[in-house]
């Protein structure tokens, strides 16, 4: 079974620019989280997105916004890049509901978003 | 009322000597408390997990144990291998329906296993 994926691998962006992330969940897999693992300031949750809907947000400003897609893949989106947005970005995936199986999330292995 | 307080941020241990990695949180709401490993460049993984109606909980040669009263969880690698030289965090969320489960994490703690 295919696990979370995430494109691109890196990412360059210069000061002002917009950077688009994707994340692919597992199969069956319905809610989809980002997060941003900034050096020195640990693994910070960013958005939740559960059957196409923003359900949750970090604190981060509105400049990260994000969608899903009819097939559970999400976009990240960092708008008017800042060069503190220079971070591993996580997308994570799990089933939606309650008890062990909805509580467990996986990881892909990120998007190395470097803003100069 | 969010925080995980994690520590040491880094350790040191010997090959087959114990790894103790410590945490704390704030929000008795929290229900569900994983680990993660996470190596150089990849995303992290999820190790073990408890909830707070269990004491201990052992998989391997990786232990939690969880103290509700004193709002504290800890890991415990016995019997330490040069394989787990990682990052280790732990996590807390609440239930789907408070929060959606989002992961609220410590800060992680580097451990280095020396042969």
């Given at each position: 079974?295919?696990?979370?994926?995430?494109?691109?691998?890196?990412?360059?962006?210069?000061?002002?620019?917009?950077?688009?992330l994707r994340c692919s969940p597992?199969?069956?897999?319905?809610s989809v989280y980002w997060?941003?693992?900034?050096?020195?300031?640990?693994?910070?949750?960013?958005l939740?997105y559960?059957?196409g809907?923003?359900?949750?947000?970090?604190?981060?400003?509105?400049?990260?916004?994000g969608r899903q897609f009819?097939?559970y893949s999400s976009e990240l989106?960092?708008?008017?890049?800042?060069?503190?947005?220079?971070?591993?970005?996580?997308c994570?995936s799990?089933?939606?509901?309650?008890?062990?199986?909805?509580?467990?999330?996986?990881?892909?292995?990120?998007?190395?978003?470097?803003?100069? | 009322?969010?925080?995980?307080?994690?520590?040491?941020?880094?350790?040191?241990?010997?090959?087959?000597?114990?790894?103790?990695?410590?945490?704390?949180?704030?929000?008795?709401?929290?229900?569900?408390?994983?680990?993660?490993?996470?190596?150089?460049?990849?995303?992290?993984?999820?190790?073990?997990?408890?909830?707070?109606?269990?004491?201990?909980?052992?998989?391997?040669?990786?232990?939690?144990?969880?103290?509700?009263?004193?709002?504290?969880?800890?890991?415990?690698?016995?019997?330490?291998?040069?394989?787990?030289?990682?990052?280790?965090?732990?996590?807390?969320?609440?239930?789907?329906?408070?929060?959606?489960?989002?992961?609220?994490?410590?800060?992680?703690?580097?451990?280095?296993?020396?042969?």
């Amino acid at each position: 079974e295919a696990g979370v994926t995430q494109s691109p691998t890196h990412l360059i962006k210069t000061r002002g620019q917009q950077a688009t992330l994707r994340c692919s969940p597992i199969s069956g897999h319905t809610s989809v989280y980002w997060y941003q693992q900034a050096l020195g300031l640990g693994l910070q949750f960013l958005l939740w997105y559960d059957e196409g809907e923003e359900r949750n947000r970090g604190n981060f400003p509105p400049r990260f916004s994000g969608r899903q897609f009819p097939n559970y893949s999400s976009e990240l989106n960092v708008n008017a890049l800042e060069l503190e947005d220079s971070a591993l970005y996580l997308c994570a995936s799990n089933l939606e509901g309650t008890g062990w199986i909805a509580d467990t999330q996986y990881f892909g292995p990120g998007t190395r978003l470097t803003v100069l | 009322q969010q925080q995980v307080k994690q520590s040491p941020q880094s350790l040191i241990v010997q090959k087959g000597g114990i790894s103790i990695i410590n945490c704390a949180y704030e929000n008795t709401a929290f229900d569900y408390f994983p680990w993660y490993q996470q190596f150089p460049g990849k995303g992290p993984a999820l190790l073990i997990a408890i909830r707070p109606d269990v004491s201990e909980k052992k998989e391997g040669r990786f232990t939690i144990s969880f103290n509700k009263s004193a709002k504290q969880f800890s890991l415990h690698i016995m019997d330490s291998q040069p394989g787990d030289s990682a990052t280790y965090f732990c996590a807390a969320s609440m239930s789907y329906e408070a929060a959606g489960n989002k992961l609220t994490f410590g800060g992680g703690t580097r451990v280095l296993v020396k042969p």
